[in-house]
């Protein structure tokens, strides 16, 4: 194979949680008008994760699909992304290696930088695939997204994993070069080691995400890559599915276009049914926002898509992908629907318990209670373990 070879998105999975909180559940509980939700923020309901459920539940599920479909052999390594980690040393991604049977002869690591470390992952795999085409890289974004109780960033919490197979030849999207990038240190958003729910000053994120957006997208056209002209489409981060219309239209300002709001409902639609419906999933949420526009759009082949991957703090990326002909052959759409259909709705007194709950950190031995219908499930802390069960 030469370097040249197409390398990208071979297989596209994912899956989220339990329960679900509708919106207008916490409208009727805070008072709020729910117009503020469903318009201002662009958000209907949030997937709530279980008592039995976290970032690697959540992981294996959506990753057993893909290896169900492909086999094992030829993953190599598995590149977990997420920023609500669940130990400050042993990779999450080696849980779901065991819990998915991967080989031995693998490496598992993780990643973290807000919710941008899928995009690192993927351009990561990029780079391993392009050294040996024969093999193939196992991505996986997992986030659960939780602010504290009455805060202004509660109702865009959300939860789901993405799980990505990254091959030569791939069956859904062809990922380009180049790729334009922006780092910039900003306190928008972070999580102190000490802290289970983020810190967040949303109104300093949104700006922070759109001095990103618009630095990315200089460092992109600078290293050459595509006129905004060329994408029919354009899958942004959204950490809630108003902020991917803010940025489209701030995209379209500084290209000196016209920003016809019919004509931008349009082009971001499709990319946010799933999102508004499952909340912020972090790391996850730009892919999410691809599965939804490849299971909703009529025919993208050979399309141009232009994907915005914004990691608060910060960290961001502008680059593009082309949709491989008889990417509809490979897609998952009826289990993507069925993902966020099979939820079962929270009243807000035990979406409130469950917020509540905390993981106990005596060391002794904490049975979870059995909620998930998921594949895996937290079924004990025992001596600070977490004990993962197959059903
Ligand atoms: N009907 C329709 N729209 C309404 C409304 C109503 N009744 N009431 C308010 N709105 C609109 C506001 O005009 C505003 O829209 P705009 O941003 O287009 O002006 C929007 O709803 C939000 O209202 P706002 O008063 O700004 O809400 P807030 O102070 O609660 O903050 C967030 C909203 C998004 C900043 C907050 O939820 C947050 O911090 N979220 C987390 C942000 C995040 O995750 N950042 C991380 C990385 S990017």
Redesign the pocket.
């Known amino acids: 194979m030469t370097s040249d070879t197409a390398i990208g998105i071979h297989d596209l999975s994912f899956a989220t949680t339990e329960f679900v909180l509708e919106h207008t559940v916490l409208a009727e509980y805070d008072g709020t008008?729910i117009?503020?939700y469903h318009?201002?923020?662009g958000q209907r309901s949030m997937s709530v994760p279980a008592a039995d459920e976290d970032i690697v539940t959540m992981a294996v599920a959506a990753a057993a699909p893909i290896t169900a479909r492909h086999g094992v052999d030829q993953i190599r390594t598995v590149l977990f992304a997420t920023e609500t980690s669940i130990d400050q040393s042993k990779a999450a991604g080696v849980y779901v290696h065991s819990l998915l049977g991967l080989p031995s002869s693998a490496r598992v690591v993780e990643l973290k930088q807000?919710?941008y470390s899928g995009t690192a992952a993927l351009q990561l795999a990029i780079g391993l695939v392009r050294r040996d085409p024969s093999q193939r890289v196992l991505v996986i974004a997992s986030d659960i997204?939780k602010?504290d109780l009455d805060s202004?960033?509660e109702?865009?919490q959300g939860a789901a994993a993405v799980a990505m197979l990254v091959s030569a030849d791939p069956t859904l999207i062809r990922i380009e070069d180049p790729s334009g990038l922006y780092t910039a240190d900003v306190m928008?958003?972070w999580r102190p080691n000490y802290r289970t729910t983020a810190l967040?000053?949303?109104?300093q994120?949104?700006g922070?995400?759109l001095q990103a957006l618009e630095g990315s997208w200089k460092d992109y056209t600078e290293q050459g890559g595509r006129p905004l002209s060329d994408f029919s489409a354009f899958c942004y981060?959204q950490?809630?599915t108003?902020?991917a219309f803010?940025a489209h239209r701030h995209l379209l300002n500084i290209c000196g276009q016209d920003a016809d709001p019919a004509e931008i409902s349009r082009t971001l639609g499709l990319t946010t049914a799933y999102n508004s419906v499952l909340g912020?999933s972090y790391t996850a949420s730009m892919y999410v926002a691809l599965a939804s526009l490849l299971d909703h759009a009529d025919d993208l082949t050979d399309q141009a898509i232009g994907f915005v991957s914004?990691g608060?703090g910060s960290v961001a990326e502008f680059f593009a992908g082309t949709v491989v002909p008889g990417y509809q052959g490979h897609l998952r759409t009826a289990a993507n629907r069925e993902a966020i259909d099979r939820r079962q709705p929270l009243d807000h007194a035990r979406y409130r318990e469950l917020h509540g709950r905390s993981i106990p950190n005596d060391g002794g031995v904490h049975p979870v209670p059995r909620q998930t219908g998921a594949p895996v499930r937290l079924s004990a802390l025992d001596h600070h373990k977490r004990i993962y069960e197959l059903r």
């Open positions: 008008d117009g503020k318009v201002g923020i807000a919710c997204s602010y202004p960033g109702a865009t928008d958003f967040v000053d949303g109104h994120s949104i922070a995400y981060h950490p809630f108003k902020m803010k912020n914004y608060s």
